[in-house]
C-alpha cells in the first residue's frame, strides 16, 4: 500500500498537471507584443518581457480556468491509476494533439509560422504542444478505461419481431424527415444542382467551356455524374410533361429519394439487430439519423451524393452479410449485389471506384478460398469502368470532365506559392505555368480551404508536353519553399481532422441560391414553397440549427472531423480487438477518406464530401459494438 506521504505527492503531481493543462487549454496562439507588455509593466527588464508574453498569453477567465483546471485534475486522478498507455491509446493521443496544435493555427492564421515568431512563441509552442501530448493520451485512455467498466446500454427502442422492426424505424424516419421536406418543398437544391439540370437538356453549362467538346452539339459533360444527370432530369421533364411543372417533377424526385434513403438506413439498422447490436446502441443511431440536420436534408436534396451514400451503405451492408455468414464460397446473390453496387457507386461519384475497388482484395483476410470470387467482382468492375469510359460515353459524344479535377493539390499549391514568392519566379517557370494556367489569376484567387478557383484557372487547350513542363516546374518550386506547399495543402483540409463547426444555415441558403441560378436564364420556374406552414417550418429548424451550432460539445457533429475520427476509432477498434469483420466495414470508407483528401474543399466548407462518412460510420462503430447473442441472429432468419 502506498504511505500517507506517497499520496500526498500523487495528489500534488496531479494537481500540478491539472494546472498546468489548464493554462495550456487557455493559452492563444496569438503573438504578444512588446508594446503590449511595456503598456502594462514599463521599463521591464528582458526576462521579465519574455515571461510576461507567456503568461499573458493565457486567457483571462477565471471561473472557467477553474472549471477547467478541475475537470483535468479529475481526469488525471482517474486515468494515472489505470497504468500505463496502451499502444494504440498513446498513437490516437499524439494524432489529437498534434491535430489540434496545427489546426488550430490553419484555422486562425492560415499558417504555421506563427509558431516561430519569436522566441517567446517557440516557447509557447513547445510549452502548448507538451500539454497536448499529456492531456490528449490520458483523456482516450480515460475514456476507452471508463467506457468498458462503466457504460452498459440497456433499453430502447425495439420491435421483437425483425421485419416489423425495420419497417418501424423506416416510418419513424419517413415521419421526421416530412417536416424538413415541408419545409423545403418541393425539395433541396445543393450548388450543383442547376448545373445538372441543364445538363439535362443539353442546354449550356460553364463547364462545357472547361474541356475540348467531342461535339458542339452535345454540351453534357461527365463532370457531374451523367447517371445522375439522365435520373434528376427523367424527373424533372416527366413533371413537365405530365403536370407542366418542372416543381412537381422535383417533388416527386425528392419523395422517392427520401423512401429509398429511409428503406437504406432502415435495412442498416435491421442488420445490425440481425448481427447482435443491443436495442440501445440501435436507438442511438436512429435518434441521430432522425435529428442530426445533415441526414433528413441529403434525403431531400438534388444531388448525386445522397444516393451514393445509400449505394455505399448497402455495399457494406453486403460485405456485413458475407463477414458474418463465412461461406466456403461467396453466394452468387452477394456477388452479384456486390458488382452491382460497386458499379453505381462508381456511376455516381468518380472516387467510389477506388473505395470499392481498393477495398476488394481485403476479403481475402476472412477466407482466403475466395480469390476467384473476388476476382471475378473486380474483373465486373474494371470491365464496367471500360465499358461505360470508353465505350458509352464516346458512342453519346459525351466528353470527360476537365482533367483539372485530378490536379486539386498541386494547382492550390501554385497558386499560394505565386501569392507568396511570386517575386522569385523566372520567366522560363512563368511560361511554364501560363502554358496550363491563367498565371495572373492564380495569386489572386487563393483561397486556403477551397481549390475550385485555382483550377478554374486551368487552360483546357493544355497538352501533355505542357503538362510536363509545369510538373517540372512544379517540382523546382518545391524544393524551392516546401513548407509552402505543405501549408496549401494542409489549409485545404485541416478541417478534416480538426473540429471547426460548420454552418447549417448554408443548407438553405445553397438552395434558394441554386434554385434562382436555375431560374436566371428563363428556361425553368422552380419555386421554393411559401406557404405558412412550410415558412412556419423553416423557422423552427432554424432555430434547431442555431442550438444544434452553439451548445459545446453537441456542435461537434456539425463537424466533419468528429466522422473522421469515429471512423479512426473503427479502425483502431477493429485492429486492438483483432475484428475482422469490422475492419471490412471500415477498409471501404478509409479508402473513400484517402479520395476525399485530394478533393477540392476543406471540411468546414463543403460538407457534401464528408456527408457519405457521416450516415455510414454510426452502423460502423455499432457494430463495433455488438454483444448480443446468436439466438437474436436466429429469429432474425425466421
Not at 235 to 248: P, Q
Not at 278 to 284: G, L, P, Q, Y
Not at 482 to 495: E, G, K, R, S, W
Request: net charge neutral; glycine share 6%; aromatic share 14%.
Amino acid at each position: 500500500m502506498k504511505s500517507l506521504k506517497d499520496i500526498k505527492q500523487s495528489k500534488i503531481m496531479t494537481a500540478a498537471c491539472g494546472i498546468f493543462t489548464a493554462a495550456i487549454l487557455m493559452m492563444h496562439y496569438e503573438v504578444v507584443s512588446d508594446e503590449m507588455i511595456e503598456s502594462i509593466v514599463p521599463d521591464s527588464g528582458r526576462i521579465v518581457r519574455f515571461l510576461l508574453k507567456l503568461l499573458y498569453a493565457i486567457e483571462d477567465n477565471f471561473v472557467l480556468g477553474i472549471l477547467v483546471a478541475l475537470f483535468c485534475f479529475l481526469l488525471y486522478q482517474y486515468s494515472f491509476c489505470l497504468g500505463k498507455l496502451k499502444t494504440h491509446e498513446g498513437v490516437l493521443g499524439i494524432l489529437m494533439a498534434l491535430t489540434m496544435l496545427f489546426g488550430r493555427a490553419f484555422e486562425e492564421f492560415g499558417t504555421t509560422q506563427i509558431f516561430v515568431m519569436g522566441s517567446a512563441q517557440v516557447l509557447k509552442t513547445v510549452l502548448i504542444l507538451a500539454g497536448y501530448l499529456l492531456f490528449f493520451p490520458q483523456l482516450v485512455k480515460a475514456v476507452s478505461a471508463y467506457s468498458r467498466t462503466h457504460l452498459c446500454f440497456q433499453g430502447g427502442f425495439d420491435i421483437e419481431n425483425p421485419k416489423r422492426y425495420r419497417w418501424g424505424v423506416f416510418g419513424i424516419l419517413i415521419a421526421v424527415w416530412s417536416i424538413h421536406l415541408i419545409a423545403f418543398l418541393p425539395g433541396m437544391f445543393m450548388g450543383d444542382t442547376e448545373d445538372i439540370i441543364y445538363m439535362a437538356y443539353n442546354y449550356h453549362t460553364g463547364l462545357a467551356d472547361t474541356v475540348e467538346l467531342i461535339s458542339e452539339d452535345v454540351l453534357l459533360v461527365d463532370h457531374h455524374s451523367v447517371l445522375y444527370t439522365v435520373l434528376l432530369g427523367f424527373f424533372v421533364k416527366a413533371g413537365r410533361f405530365l403536370f407542366h411543372s418542372e416543381n412537381t417533377g422535383i417533388f416527386f424526385y425528392t419523395i422517392a429519394q427520401e423512401l429509398f434513403t429511409a428503406w437504406v438506413l432502415a435495412q442498416g439498422l435491421y442488420q445490425l439487430k440481425k448481427y447482435r447490436v443491443n436495442a440501445a446502441v440501435r436507438t442511438f443511431i436512429l435518434l441521430f439519423l432522425c435529428l442530426f440536420p445533415w441526414i433528413p436534408r441529403y434525403a431531400i436534396m438534388a444531388t448525386k451524393d445522397t444516393l451514393f451514400a445509400d449505394f455505399l451503405m448497402l455495399y457494406l451492408l453486403t460485405i456485413l452479410d458475407i463477414a458474418e455468414e463465412r461461406p466456403e464460397k461467396i453466394p452468387v446473390k452477394h456477388l452479384v449485389a456486390l458488382a452491382v453496387y460497386a458499379v453505381l457507386i462508381f456511376l455516381l461519384r468518380k472516387n467510389g471506384l477506388y473505395a470499392v475497388l481498393l477495398s476488394q482484395p481485403f476479403l481475402l483476410m476472412l477466407n482466403k478460398k475466395w480469390l476467384k470470387a473476388v476476382a471475378l467482382v473486380m474483373l465486373c468492375i474494371f470491365l464496367s469502368k471500360f465499358v461505360y469510359s470508353d465505350v458509352i460515353l464516346p458512342a453519346a459524344q459525351i466528353t470527360d470532365g476537365s482533367v483539372s479535377a485530378a490536379l486539386s493539390i498541386p494547382l492550390q499549391q501554385t497558386s499560394r506559392y505565386l501569392k507568396y514568392y511570386g517575386d522569385e519566379v523566372t520567366q522560363e517557370e512563368k511560361e511554364a505555368i501560363s502554358a496550363v494556367a491563367d498565371y495572373d489569376a492564380l495569386p489572386e484567387v487563393y483561397w486556403p480551404d477551397r481549390s475550385d478557383w485555382a483550377k478554374a484557372c486551368w487552360k483546357k487547350e493544355a497538352d501533355s508536353e505542357d503538362m510536363k513542363n509545369y510538373f517540372a516546374v512544379w517540382a523546382k518550386m518545391l524544393m524551392k519553399h516546401p513548407l509552402t506547399y505543405v501549408a496549401a495543402t494542409a489549409n485545404n483540409y485541416y478541417a478534416y481532422f480538426y473540429p471547426v463547426v460548420v454552418d447549417l444555415y448554408e443548407f438553405e441558403r445553397a438552395s434558394d441560391g441554386s434554385i434562382a441560378s436555375a431560374n436566371v436564364d428563363g428556361y425553368f420556374a422552380f419555386a421554393a414553397s411559401k406557404s405558412r406552414i412550410s415558412l412556419a417550418f423553416r423557422r423552427l429548424l432554424r432555430f434547431g440549427d442555431a442550438v444544434l451550432m452553439k451548445i459545446p460539445l453537441v456542435n461537434l457533429l456539425c463537424t466533419s472531423a468528429l466522422y473522421i475520427w469515429m471512423l479512426v476509432f473503427a479502425w483502431t477498434r477493429s485492429i486492438v480487438k483483432k475484428d475482422r469483420n469490422l475492419l471490412m466495414l471500415v477498409i471501404p470508407m478509409l479508402m473513400l477518406m484517402l479520395t476525399i483528401l485530394s478533393g477540392p474543399c476543406n471540411g468546414n466548407i463543403y460538407h457534401r464530401f464528408t456527408y457519405p462518412v457521416a450516415m455510414c460510420i454510426p452502423l460502423v462503430v455499432g457494430y463495433g459494438f455488438r454483444n448480443g447473442t446468436k439466438n437474436e441472429e436466429e429469429n432474425c432468419n425466421d
